[in-house]
């Protein structure tokens, strides 16, 4: 396998997860600048572990489905001209007497070299796909993956676990194990001896967790997604796609309902996915005693998982490591963007720093009570409001704004991405208006945020008009009860950027109240500074301060 340190070159690169269920592949391309960009995600449901697990011997019908899947990925690869192919095997096949079998035929048949991995590097792969698109900081939170074979556990915050497990409960082991030839309704009786058999082999990791403080549950996997969906299906009458959580009462009342009728019918019951319909009830029986094991009202959920584990684990290998390890989820989110749109980062550096200069001193001042979270939303609408540069220069607003809320960016709340795609909307041009198709549907506070920060942002994306970072510092100061001057300081001739920035006045007086004039220090060497103050038609003359109040 080539060293990940080729990163610089820039390269294609696919994942592939053979799992006991499915096989899961992540195409992606990684940036010579580090950033990465999803060619593909695709899934195919194979039951590798298909009646397997009783005899530990792969059926030679499920290895077959196995190896046709990876030479469709495999072909799918090379049609992206992937350089690298990075595959491993979870439950079903670690724990198969025929393992060589498979793992002959697919570097036979597919030319795929696969690596069957062990319940503890899975579960810690897992962690890190999880883990890698949520806002967790020093919060602990228990991970849960409910696969086929296996189930895994961790826990661990924003940079680091402290357990992993990995247990033999998966939803088709337990369904060959209680019910292999279930095609009817399955009794309460049935469905308690499979928590039964769960509770059992949870003791022990049930003793070990207690030594942790577990501030949040978050489950991963086809079987925790589905059982989201149906909830949110069956129950609250939606057909939305983001299920963000499975709430243990909504379990236990789907669960009871779909194990009252038979399996052709449950094939059609609300939400579900009707290639889980047969395992489906094993699955939730594991999820059901979890909850009630480890004491949870609700488990949130990922679509992350382990092929995303891979891409991160290759990533924190290559020169491009401290995107993994020195920047929190949401910063690698903002920077992640920029770099794949191959934005001017010089530019945005500066924007941000003048945006956050100026709230600053806003807030110092106190005629403003910024809300929580609003200097970090500012910052991260300065460093992509530039984006959309490279589908457009005439309305990269517009394409930036879409761009960021396409984006998804883990991290970060839906309205947190509106705010940040509404700054990069209005950094420039329109400015937000209450009837402004964007601002539509969106609740007042939000708005509220929009609107001030695109004040500020404004003038920072001004004051780099030139984006030659003429201007080293900036600050606001009470001229009187009405008025604020905005003071520059700048390394040489910025009449560019005055002219923007009196053009933002207007605008800064109604989000703000106060009438705003300006003043330009230039410092020409250390002794002699030429100070301007005012707008348009400003002398250049050492050592005498021009005046033009506005």
Not at 19 to 48: H, M
Not at 142 to 149: K, N, Q, T
Not at 361 to 384: D, K, M, N, P, V
Not at 421 to 439: G, I, Q
């Amino acid at each position: 396998m080539t060293e990940p340190e080729k990163i610089s070159e820039g390269r294609v690169v696919a994942f592939i997860d053979i799992g006991t269920n499915s096989i899961r592949l992540l195409l992606v391309r990684i940036n010579p600048n580090g950033s990465y960009f999803p060619l593909t995600k695709q899934k195919e449901t194979v039951r590798l572990g298909d009646q397997g697990f009783i005899d530990r011997i792969l059926q030679p019908k499920a290895i077959e489905r196995a190896v046709v899947v990876c030479k469709k990925f495999m072909e799918l690869a090379r049609a992206y001209r992937a350089e690298e192919i990075i595959a491993v095997a979870t439950s079903a096949t670690r724990d198969a007497s025929n393992k060589v079998q498979l793992l002959e035929m697919l570097k036979r048949e597919a030319n795929l070299e696969v690596c069957p991995i062990s319940g503890t590097e899975e579960a810690r792969l897992i962690y890190l796909g999880v883990s890698s698109g949520l806002r967790l900081g020093s919060s602990k939170a228990l991970f849960i993956d409910i696969g086929g074979g296996s189930t895994e556990l961790s826990i661990g915050d924003q940079t680091r676990c402290y357990s992993l497990y990995s247990l033999n409960l998966g939803s088709i082991r337990l369904t060959n194990m209680f019910l292999p030839d279930e095609t009817g309704p399955v009794s309460e009786e049935q469905y308690e001896r499979i928590k039964e058999y769960v509770r059992h082999k949870l003791v022990d990791v049930t003793k070990d967790l207690s030594r942790h403080s577990v501030n949040c549950s978050i489950g991963s996997s086809g079987t925790i997604e589905n059982l989201a969906r149906i909830a949110f299906v069956y129950l609250h009458k939606t057909s939305h796609e983001n299920f963000e959580k499975l709430e243990y009462e909504d379990l236990r009342k789907i669960v009871r309902a779909m194990c009252a009728i038979p399996l052709e019918e449950r094939r059609k019951f609300p939400g579900i996915n009707a290639q889980r319909a047969d395992i489906i009830i094993a699955g939730a029986a594991i999820i059901e005693t979890f909850m009630e094991e480890f004491g949870l009202s609700e488990i949130r959920v990922s679509k992350r998982g382990l092929r995303e584990g891979l891409l991160v684990d290759y990533i924190s290998k290559s020169e491009f490591s401290y995107m993994i390890t020195q920047m929190s989820v949401r910063k690698r989110s903002i920077m992640q963007l920029g770099l794949t749109c191959n934005f001017d980062d010089e530019h945005a550096h500066t924007v941000t720093r003048l945006a956050l200069e100026l709230f600053d001193s806003i807030q110092a001042l106190g005629i403003y009570e910024f809300r929580a979270g609003e200097r970090e939303l500012l910052e991260y609408g300065s460093t992509l409001h530039d984006i959309g540069t490279f589908l457009s220069y005439d309305t990269h607003q517009a394409h930036a704004y879409h761009l960021i809320r396409a984006s998804n960016l883990p991290g970060f709340q839906p309205e947190e991405i509106e705010i940040i795609a509404n700054l990069a909307y209005f950094h420039r041009k329109s400015t937000p208006k209450k009837k402004h198709p964007n601002l539509i549907g969106l609740n007042k506070e939000v708005i509220k945020s929009i609107r001030i920060l695109s004040a500020l942002l404004r003038i920072a994306e001004g004051l780099d008009r030139s984006h030659n970072g003429i201007i080293s510092h900036v600050r606001f100061y009470l001229a009187s009860t009405d008025s604020l001057v905005l003071e520059m300081h700048a390394q040489r001739e910025c009449q560019l950027e005055i002219w923007e920035v009196e053009k933002q006045k207007k605008y800064f007086k109604k989000i703000f109240g106060y009438n705003l004039q300006s003043k330009v220090i230039i410092k020409r060497d250390e002794s002699v500074p030429l100070v301007l103050e005012g707008s348009a038609e400003l002398e250049e003359t050492s050592g005498v301060e021009v005046s033009s109040k506005s």
